[in-house]
T-cell receptor
Framework: GIQVEQSPPDLILQEGANSTLRCNFS?????LQWFHQNPWGQLINLFY???GTKQNGRLSATTVATERYSLLYISSSQTTDSGVYFC?????????????FGKGTHLIIQP | DGGITQSPKYLFRKEGQNVTLSCEQN?????MYWYRQDPGQGLRLIYY???????QKGDIAEGYSVSREKKESFPLTVTSAQKNPTAFYLC???????????FGPGTRLTVL
């Protein structure tokens, strides 16, 4: 099956800093999503981005499907940005099944 | 107020008992999914359903069963055959197989 690797696994930053989270995947995909998991476990949709670039406030994402990676940018970090960020993909050769998740990046924003 | 609901939020089960987790959506989505999350890990697919009365096994289906009798509902039964059932279970739905998936708040299952 498809492999999804996220880096870094852990990231500790001061409030106001910028960060870049990376997601590498091993094969072609039909769907790529970024999620933020809050302390209560809820997965919050950030971006649906199988290719191209999108921006939403302080967050933006870029997926280069031909090179099999995606980047999530967080600017001017706030303490509420803390949590785990997941990248998940839908393998295009696997039929219409579910998402394959990376292990996540654990982000801690210190005041 | 559209969304995905899961119940209960917390569930405790004795070894050897079957237990059913509820997932309901009012988004009019055709596809529904069940995932499992273990501590410090990403989510793994248990079962999925693209249409009513049809469902397929995911990567870790052993010890689980599902039904899809209504478009809005996709309950998951954790059977006594599941060797390590303690985990966080999340349900998701999407309007189509390749479309954006949205998740419910999850159920934390603990086997005592």
């Amino acid at each position: 099956g498809i492999q999804v690797e996220q880096s870094p696994p852990d990231l500790i930053l001061q409030e106001g800093a910028n960060s870049t989270l990376r997601c590498n995947f091993s094969d072609s995909v039909n769907n790529l999503q970024w999620f933020h998991q809050n302390p209560w476990g809820q997965l919050i949709n950030l971006f649906y981005i199988p290719s191209g670039t999108k921006q939403n406030g302080r967050l933006s994402a870029t997926t280069v499907a031909t090179e099999r990676y995606s980047l999530l940018y967080i600017s001017s970090s706030q303490t509420t940005d803390s949590g785990v960020y997941f990248c998940a993909v839908l393998y295009s050769g696997g039929g219409a099944d579910g998402l394959t998740f990376g292990k996540g990046t654990h982000l801690i924003i210190q005041p | 107020d559209g969304g995905i609901t899961q119940s209960p939020k917390y569930l405790f089960r004795k070894e050897g008992q079957n237990v059913t987790l509820s997932c309901e959506q009012n988004l009019n989505h055709d596809a529904m999914y069940w995932y499992r999350q273990d501590p410090g890990q990403g989510l793994r697919l248990i079962y999925y359903s693209q249409i009513v009365n049809d469902f397929q096994k995911g990567d870790i289906a052993e010890g689980y069963s599902v039904s899809r009798e209504k478009k809005e509902s996709f309950p998951l039964t954790v059977t006594s055959a599941q060797k390590n059932p303690t985990a966080f279970y999340l349900c998701a739905s999407s309007s189509g197989a390749y479309n954006e998936q949205f998740f419910g708040p999850g159920t934390r299952l603990t086997v005592l």
